[in-house]
């Protein structure tokens, strides 16, 4: 074969490999256009369900409406969107997803007081109905938006708290036991509706998360019996053993985590004087 020839061949296979690609990055493209719409549609269809839910329970647990097409109707959207998207593989990790998501796109939202309690207030009712309807698993993943949101607004919107997110809380509800959950909810809606579940689960023990990931008791023990890191007060363990386990992977977090509670007390104690 002349060198013209070769040359013409290597042409038409690289044209040839280049619209395999073009095709092949077409197809990605829809598929992952599609994959964006039916979590839309999931999202839709969620927030819908509640509404109904919402609208035709005798009780609204306090609920404050928001309209459709508001912008908190469109925050919650974009919460469950991001959500469902990843809650299949990992529901801890989705739900810290979800909370970025709405922090990039909707800050003035969640530096709004007004508009936080709208959607906390949502976010309450829908936790209700899923405890009310026997779904725990939901209502324990709506519990952990909460925290993140409650903790959000003391730290960023109210200054009370210094700038170390209680990973503690959000561990805990997403392993929550009947009384733990019950609770939570309860504190939260401004009607009776938990009252008779409360006293079903007043019985069981409150249980916490060990923060050892090799806890020999599975990361399960009863709360009044845990024991807490005194240098930063956020990381709780069932034992001495688990928490000398643990300390490799906590030492500098720790450290980060003192100091910045020790500047926060600082600044406030200036701001008193």
């Given at each position: 074969?002349?060198?013209?020839?070769?040359?013409?061949?290597?042409?038409?296979?690289a044209k040839a490999k280049k619209e395999d690609d073009n095709d092949s990055s077409t197809a990605t493209a829809a598929a992952q256009q599609r994959q964006r719409e039916q979590e839309q549609e999931v999202a839709e269809a969620q927030l819908q369900m509640q509404r109904l839910l919402i609208d035709s329970s005798p009780c609204k647990h306090g609920f404050?409406?928001?309209?459709?097409?508001?912008?908190?109707?469109?925050?919650?959207?974009l919460y469950l969107e991001t959500f469902n998207a990843g809650a299949s593989s990992d529901p801890t990790a989705a739900v810290f997803a979800a909370m970025d998501a709405v922090e990039d796109k909707y800050p003035e939202v969640l530096h709004d007081s007004s508009k936080m309690k709208q959607i906390l207030?949502?976010?309450?009712?829908?936790?209700?109905?899923?405890?009310?309807?026997g779904d725990k698993k939901a209502a324990r993943t709506t519990a952990a938006r909460?925290?993140?949101?409650?903790?959000?607004?003391?730290i960023k919107v109210l200054k009370t708290q210094a700038v170390v997110l209680h990973i503690?809380?959000?561990?805990?509800?997403?392993?929550?036991d009947d009384h733990t959950l019950v609770s939570f909810?309860?504190?939260?809606?401004?009607?009776?509706?938990?009252?008779k579940k409360h006293k079903e689960v007043k019985s069981i023990k409150k249980m916490g998360f060990c923060n050892n990931d090799k806890c020999p008791l599975g990361g399960?023990?009863?709360?009044?019996?845990?024991?807490?890191?005194?240098?930063?007060?956020?990381?709780?363990?069932c034992s001495?053993?688990?928490?000398?386990?643990?300390?490799?992977?906590?030492?500098?977090?720790?450290?980060?985590?003192?100091?910045?509670?020790?500047?926060?007390?600082?600044?406030?104690?200036?701001?008193?004087?």
């Open positions: 074969m002349s060198k013209k020839k070769a040359r013409g061949k290597e042409r038409k296979a404050i409406h928001f309209p459709a097409g508001h912008i908190c109707d469109r925050f919650v959207r207030s949502y976010f309450s009712t829908e936790g209700t109905h899923h405890i009310l309807n909460i925290i993140l949101f409650e903790e959000f607004i003391a503690q809380k959000v561990m805990e509800i997403l392993i929550a909810f309860r504190k939260r809606i401004s009607c009776s509706c938990l009252d399960k023990v009863e709360r009044s019996k845990m024991l807490y890191c005194t240098r930063c007060s956020d990381q709780y363990y001495r053993d688990c928490q000398k386990a643990h300390w490799s992977k906590h030492r500098e977090e720790c450290k980060e985590w003192a100091e910045e509670n020790a500047r926060f007390e600082r600044t406030r104690n200036h701001n008193e004087e």
